[in-house]
T-cell receptor
Framework: GENVEQHPSTLSVQEGDSAVIKCTYS??????FPWYKQELGKRPQLIID?????GEKKDQRIAVTLNKTAKHFSLHITETQPEDSAVYFC??????????????FGKGTKLSVKP | KAGVTQTPRYLIKTRGQQVTLSCSPI?????VSWYQQTPGQGLQFLFE???????NKGNFPGRFSGRQFSNSRSEMNVSTLELGDSALYLC???????????FGPGTRLTVT
């Protein structure tokens, strides 16, 4: 089955710096890759996602890139702020015509942004 | 539009008991997925229901079961509870594409 590896497990950056989190997946049939942010004691929140027919997607300070050949995708956060501090999860799923309810998650990256 | 709701939010049970958790999806969403979150194993997929049918199942023992009702609300049941079942149980709902999943606040289950 699908396996998702996420690195690093912890990441500490200074406010204003960029942060990059990387994930690799094993099943080349995966075609949907969301990123979730989970603050302490709260639910995971979808922050950005990308489908396999797109190489890059950007939303303000957040961007995701996908390399299907290498089977990896990355989250980029620019101009980090203290409120970006959280655990970030990547995930992958195989969509049958764009529909699948089975997300395989990475182990998470704890991002700390120091003021 | 109201978000995904889960009840109860906290639950304490003893080994051997059973428990039922409830999830109400976002209005109009017909797919509900369940996940178990623990510090050691992270987020793991349990099962997905779509239009009252179980469409996918994760690698969990048969003690974990679920169902979905005609109004898309879903329940999951864990029988013969074990200490290792202590976890945050999250449900997520999604709409027609069933890709973008929105999580509820979770039910924190503690088994003593």
């Amino acid at each position: 089955g699908e396996n998702v590896e996420q690195h690093p497990s912890t990441l500490s950056v200074q406010e204003g710096d960029s942060a990059v989190i990387k994930c690799t997946y094993s099943d080349s049939a995966s075609n949907y890759f969301p990123w979730y942010k989970q603050e302490l004691g709260k639910r995971p929140q979808l922050i950005i996602d990308i489908r396999s027919n797109v190489g890059e997607k950007k939303d303000q300070r957040i961007a995701v890139t996908l390399n299907k050949t290498a089977k990896h995708f990355s989250l980029h956060i620019t101009e980090t702020q203290p409120e970006d501090s959280a655990v970030y999860f990547c995930a992958a799923s195989i969509g049958y015509g764009g529909s699948q309810g089975n997300l395989i998650f990475g182990k998470g990256t704890k991002l700390s942004v120091k003021p | 539009k109201a978000g995904v709701t889960q009840t109860p939010r906290y639950l304490i049970k003893t080994r051997g008991q059973q428990v039922t958790l409830s999830c109400s999806p976002i209005s109009g969403h017909r797919s509900v997925s369940w996940y178990q979150q623990t510090p050691g194993q992270g987020l793991q997929f349990l099962f997905e229901y779509f239009s009252e049918t179980q469409r996918n199942k994760g690698n969990f023992p048969g003690r974990f079961s679920g169902r979905q009702f005609s109004n898309s609300r879903s329940e999951m049941n864990v029988s013969t509870l074990e200490l290792g079942d202590s976890a945050l149980y999250l449900c997520a709902s999604s709409g027609l594409t069933r890709d973008e999943q929105y999580f509820g606040p979770g039910t924190r289950l503690t088994v003593t």
